[in-house]
């Protein structure tokens, strides 16, 4: 066990875990937020994406003594205008069934659009496809970030 | 793993052709699908390659010894002919579709490398890691092609990054991306022999003239 | 931070005021809860009390919260409850809410199993008129309240958009009358609107889905989310085999790992207990277990293969049987042959299995995502040795199920009061099972077998015989008495007994083989596999007998009007006969009932150089009334990618009885880049709704198949058609 200083959605938590504890886990069961998802723990399905200094990553596949002083973003602090945008697209369409993918879902799309505010279909492949949704919610999670796009256009 | 010897990386380009064909549907089942790459357990040391005389043909058998380790999928796998790099020991395609881009870290808003793979590897989460990890450029593509292309690929200066022979020696006995192929984390063949062994065939082959093997 | 959801404040209640509604529109007794109703703005997740014994509550803030008797995992039972509720209420689709109705086989029985459960796509097609009566029933004492109030004749009073009125201006949304409402008597048998009024049921953009903003912005609560005071994590190592036991352990290094709190051995192997999932899969790992396999199945999947080949030689127990196909074979007609293997399949929802209980020792409170909350809660009062009064079992979101959930052997509902009863009570605890758990654990799809016979004479299919080889998933279930004949189980072979196509000579029989495999329904349940072979299998017979696939099923289809309707439907949403096709590629057909919904889709193919590539499915859906257009799109959607994925990757091979796949490595799932683009179309229809979670599912498969042969390609007999593809 050691202790560490996660900074998580612009706020310290002081955690005592194990070093090669994920960030997923320390993220649930230590600082409690519990929007960021448990899938697969083997970086397959992206149910537990976040934003380390606003770059993606899956937080299953990264210890948290690789983590440092790095800002965690989770879907619980998403403010970004492309948050926004992505999130009422995601609910003008309808896009979540079982809604347990979307979390991940909705952190991928923002960070594309933050990267690429036009994307195209393949750039939606490109960006998404590293987000499993058992449910096969793609066809609208496609229309969702089209619309979540032209509306950033404004 | 099967040990067997240098026959096999013949073997290997034959087999990567065999995926783009068998991969065919209705044509491939899981009892026919293509053999696991093989991979070799050790490397001949430099020593035993004295008895050729002929400093053509000894540099030719350096790099063949050389080349288990460029062959094996630790390698091979970073280093596609096309946008996508492949993975496991079956070198299959990287799951999730990954593409190289610009910089050999991932496509602009699309995956980066370092989405899922970070400084060292996680074996509590099955995923290699290194501060370098990123795919070798197109120019230095080795899938598909003869270990006599990949050889002639890596002594031109123009498609390995403008190293000389010596840079080359060096990159591939002390670059730690290289040395990954060696520590490759849980679940995965390492490499063949060690760095310092493979270090020393590159070496001892520049050393005899660098002569590729034919085709 | 949001993600929680705050408790209500006890004040809350009295400020709120109750409307009774609930079966037989008795009042019940009032008991205060905190739970998480959700809107479509997102805003209710805040605090809602509800009533455990109603369907309906009406709050002093307008706000009416539907408790919905099954289970939302993504179908969409939360929206469509409250869609027929809020119809006949006249309610405005803001003001409406949804919430699970905790366990109750009384009140909330699924009217066609008479327990409660959800499943075999049933939903609405249970609730269509019981949850239109509480609506009605609710409207009804509304408007009486308001006349008694007002001193106005009911009939004067009009309700719209949750608005109460009366033309002398008088008006009230429902939260100031419902108070008063309550005290009316309820109407035994309240008028329903007539379809023709409809202002949400069947309506285009009438409503949006209740759950859409929680489930996108991280706050909706699942079980892995739920972390009451004291909460222990536990896993449970279970044998590699199925019916493997614990000889022996031992859990020193394990007991070592700090956050460690406790090990114990329980029936399904042994529990590691633990400050949190991360402390609890290490330790798991250093358990030393040595595993008694004398009595597990040590049998792999290549063996069993093998053994249904063998059987399949051999005609099994009679199904149907109607004229005489070995005559007509004997005939010498075109004998057409062919076998398809289905494999294990597991469910693999989002969600891994996990359930939570508390155990006080007099009492206990369980919630979880229950597909089946009233065996659940029978399960876990045995388990502890209480009265099923003192223990409560609520329902709450899971992630995704494919039938998963739906345990008829309640194995998990007993293995986590197991676990608690192990560490004795007092201590909440989270039974968590990983992804490598759910797949490994069983309850699969059963591996199936079909051998296709079929005669061809004069351009016509005049026999047609079909030999099954499958597991039972109803055996030994306390459904067996209702679902087995002549020990016979209907789930083995639906579908393919009673084909849409006239075919003058036919026979199915069925080889039902035990294996010690856990097997179980797996979204559209025997039609997984009987739908391919039958439409496979029609298709090959049809092209040797030189017949287009949609004309010659519709041929053959003369008493089957809603086959029939899907099927010239989505020919003419593909331009079946016009389209004019990119080189290299092909289309092709298929049409499945199941659970009294008709589903038709074509599928549009090229052949990469990994495999098929499917570019755009048609699909053509007639499930009666139509209640909710998008989420039926929304499920056709969604099962036509389920499906994709599992045919071309999905297979859960055995190794000497060791499952092999334990993640989406090896258990490949479809992602984005592999969607095809899809178009539904609704055929209208006004016969009784029926469900749509499952019926997307079987027609794409056989379809992908039939349009690989339009390329000249064989026909995949054994899924999936691309297994070397995983690690």
Redesign the interface.
């Known amino acids: 066990?050691a202790a560490f200083t996660l900074k998580i959605?612009g706020r310290e938590h002081q955690i005592d875990?194990?070093p090669g504890?994920?960030l997923l886990?320390a993220i649930?069961?230590?600082v409690?937020?519990?929007?960021?998802?448990?899938?697969?723990?083997?970086a397959?399905?992206g149910?537990c994406t976040v934003y380390v200094d606003g770059q993606t990553v899956r937080s299953c596949s990264l210890p948290v003594s690789a983590v440092g002083k790095s800002e965690v973003t989770?879907?619980?602090?998403?403010t970004s205008k492309e948050a926004v945008a992505?999130?009422k697209a995601?609910?003008?369409h309808?896009?979540?069934?079982?809604?347990?993918?979307?979390?991940g879902q909705?952190m991928s799309a923002a960070a594309l659009l933050g990267l690429n505010p036009k994307p195209t279909d393949q750039d939606?492949?490109?960006a998404?496809?590293?987000?499993?949704?058992?449910?096969?919610?793609?066809?609208?999670?496609?229309a969702a970030i089209h619309s979540a796009a032209k509306s950033l256009e404004g | 793993m099967r040990v067997v010897g240098t026959g096999t990386l013949a073997l290997l380009a034959g087999s990567l052709a065999a995926v783009?064909i068998a991969?065919?549907?209705?044509l491939?089942?899981?009892?026919a699908?293509?053999e696991a790459v093989r991979m070799a357990a050790g490397l001949k040391p430099v020593t035993d390659f004295a008895r050729i005389k002929n400093k053509d043909e000894r540099a030719v058998a350096l790099f063949e010894e050389a080349g288990k380790v460029l062959q094996s999928p630790r390698c091979m796998n970073c280093h596609p002919a096309g946008d996508r790099p492949t993975?496991?020991d079956?070198m299959?395609?990287h799951?999730?579709?990954v593409v190289r881009g610009e910089a050999g870290m991932g496509a602009p808003g699309g995956l980066a490398c370092t989405t899922c793979h970070h400084e060292a590897n996680f074996d509590a989460a099955?995923v290699p890691g290194n501060p370098k990890w990123q795919l070798a450029p197109i120019e230095m593509a080795w899938q598909g092609r003869s270990l006599g292309q990949i050889c002639a690929q890596i002594k031109d200066s123009k498609l390995n990054g403008g190293k000389t022979m010596a840079q080359l020696v060096h990159h591939m006995a002390e670059d730690e991306l290289v040395g990954w192929g060696w520590n490759p984390g849980a679940g995965r063949t390492p490499a063949p022999g060690t760095q310092k062994q493979f270090g020393e065939l590159i070496k001892a082959w520049a050393d005899a003239g660098a002569a590729c093997p034919k085709g | 931070?949001?993600?929680h959801v705050k408790p209500a404040a006890s004040t809350a209640l009295s400020r709120r005021s109750l409307l009774k509604a609930g079966a037989g529109l008795v009042l019940a007794t009032y008991v205060a809860r905190n739970g998480v109703a959700y809107a479509?703005d997102?805003a209710a997740a805040k605090s809602v009390n509800i009533a455990p014994n109603t369907f309906l509550v009406i709050g002093q803030d307008d706000t009416v919260t539907v408790l919905c008797k099954h289970i939302e995992?993504?179908?969409?039972p939360f929206t469509g409850m409250a869609t027929l509720v809020a119809e006949e209420l006249d309610a405005d689709w803001t003001q409406m809410r949804a919430d699970h109705a905790p366990s109750n086989p009384v009140l909330y029985k699924n009217l066609l199993f008479g327990v409660q459960g959800t499943g075999g796509s049933s939903a609405i097609a249970n609730s269509y008129e019981q949850m239109r009566k509480v609506g009605a029933a609710a409207r009804a004492m509304l408007v009486a309240a308001a006349a008694d109030e007002w001193k106005v004749p009911a009939e004067e009073i009009t309700v719209e958009k949750g608005i109460i009125k009366h033309a002398s201006g008088k008006q009230s949304g429902f939260g100031a009358l419902a108070a008063k409402a309550m005290q009316q008597p309820a109407p035994a048998n309240p008028q329903l609107k007539d379809p023709s009024a409809f202002k949400l049921i069947g309506k285009e953009g009438a409503v949006?889905?209740l759950?859409?903003?929680?489930?996108?912005?991280?706050?909706?609560?699942?079980t892995?989310?739920i972390?009451d005071p004291g909460t222990l994590?536990v896993l449970v190592a279970r044998s590699p085999r199925f019916g493997g036991k614990v000889a022996s352990f031992d859990a020193a290094a394990a007991k070592a790992v700090?956050?460690v709190v406790d090990i114990k051995k329980v029936p399904n192997g042994v529990a590691v207990y633990a400050?949190?999932?991360?402390?609890a899969k290490?330790a798991r790992e250093l358990l030393k277990i040595t595993w008694d396999d004398s009595k597990a199945e040590t049998r792999g999947t290549?063996q069993l293969l093998e053994e249904f080949r063998a059987r399949a030689k051999k005609q099994g127990a009679l199904v149907k049987q109607e004229g005489d196909v070995d005559a007509e074979i004997a005939k010498g007609g075109k004998l057409i042959e062919t076998e398809f293997v289905f494999p294990y399949l597991a469910h693999?929802?989002?969600?891994?299995i996990n359930a939570f209980i508390h155990w006080k020792g007099e009492t206990a409170s369980a919630r979880y995502g229950s597909q089946f909350p009233t065996p659940d809660h029978a399960a876990i009062a045995q388990v502890l040795g209480l009265d099923i009064a003192k223990v409560e079992l609520k329902t709450i979101?899971?992630?995704?199920?494919?039938g998963r959930r739906a345990q008829q052997s309640t194995h998990v509902a007993l293995e986590l009061a197991q676990v608690a009863k192990a560490i004795g009570p007092g201590r909440p605890v989270k039974l968590v099972w990983?992804?490598e758990d759910d797949m490994r654990g069983g309850y699969y799809r059963p591996f199936s077998l079909h051998r296709m016979r079929g005669v061809v004479r004069d351009g016509k299919i005049v026999a047609w015989s079909d030999t099954i080889v499958g597991q039972s998933i109803m055996k030994g279930s306390p459904f067996e008495a209702m679902t087995m004949k002549n020990g016979l189980d209907s789930t083995a072979y639906e579908g393919s007994n009673e084909i849409p196509y006239q075919v003058p000579n036919f026979r199915c029989d069925l080889h039902q083989v035990d294996v010690g495999v856990p097997v179980l329904w797996w979204r559209s349940v025997g039609h997984t596999h009987t739908g391919y072979a039958v439409e496979a299998f029609v298709d090959q017979l049809l092209e040797a007998a030189g017949q287009d696939p949609v004309e010659g099923r519709l041929a053959m289809m003369a008493d089957k009007p809603r086959h029939a309707g899907v099927l010239k439907a989505v020919a003419q949403l593909a331009d079946w006969k016009g389209a004019k096709l990119e080189a290299g590629r092909a289309r092709g057909v298929a049409v499945v009932e199941s659970f009294n919904t008709y589903v038709a889709q074509v599928v549009e193919l090229s052949?990469g150089?990994?495999?098929?590539v499917v570019h755009k499915v048609w699909c053509a859906v007639d499930c009666g009334v139509a209640v909710n257009p998008?989420?039926i799109r929304?499920q056709m959607?969604?099962?036509?990618?389920?499906a994709?994925?599992h045919i071309l990757y999905a297979q859960q091979?055995l190794e000497e009885g060791r499952p092999v796949a334990g993640?989406?490595?090896s258990y490949?799932?479809?992602?984005?880049?592999e969607?095809p683009?899809?178009e539904v179309a609704i055929v209208p229809s006004t016969e009784k709704p029926t469900g749509v979670g499952e019926p997307g599912v079987p027609p794409l498969g056989p379809a992908v198949a039939n349009a690989?042969a339009k390329l000249g390609?064989?026909r995949?007999t054994?899924l999936p058609?691309?297994?070397?593809?995983?690690?």
């Open positions: 066990m959605n875990v194990d504890t994920p886990w649930r069961d230590n409690g937020l519990t929007g960021t998802k448990y899938g697969c723990g083997v397959q399905c149910a989770t879907i619980e602090g998403l992505v999130q995601w609910a003008a309808d896009v979540p069934q079982c809604g347990y993918c979307q979390s909705v939606i492949d490109l998404m496809n590293g987000n499993i949704c058992r449910c096969a919610t793609y066809v609208r999670i496609r | 783009a991969a065919y549907p209705g491939r089942r899981a009892d699908a293509p993975q496991t079956k299959l395609p799951q999730p579709l099955r | 931070m949001n993600a479509q997102g995992f993504g179908q969409g949006t889905r759950d859409s903003v929680a489930k996108s912005n991280g706050t909706a609560e699942y892995l989310d972390k994590t700090p956050g400050d949190g999932f991360w402390p290490t290549a693999a929802p989002m969600e891994p979101l899971a992630g995704g199920s494919f990983t992804r052949m150089q990994e495999g098929p998008d989420i929304a959607e969604g099962g036509i990618g389920f994709l994925g091979p993640n989406f490595d490949r799932s479809l992602r984005i880049n969607m683009q899809i690989m390609l064989p995949p054994q058609i691309r297994p070397g593809d995983t690690a």
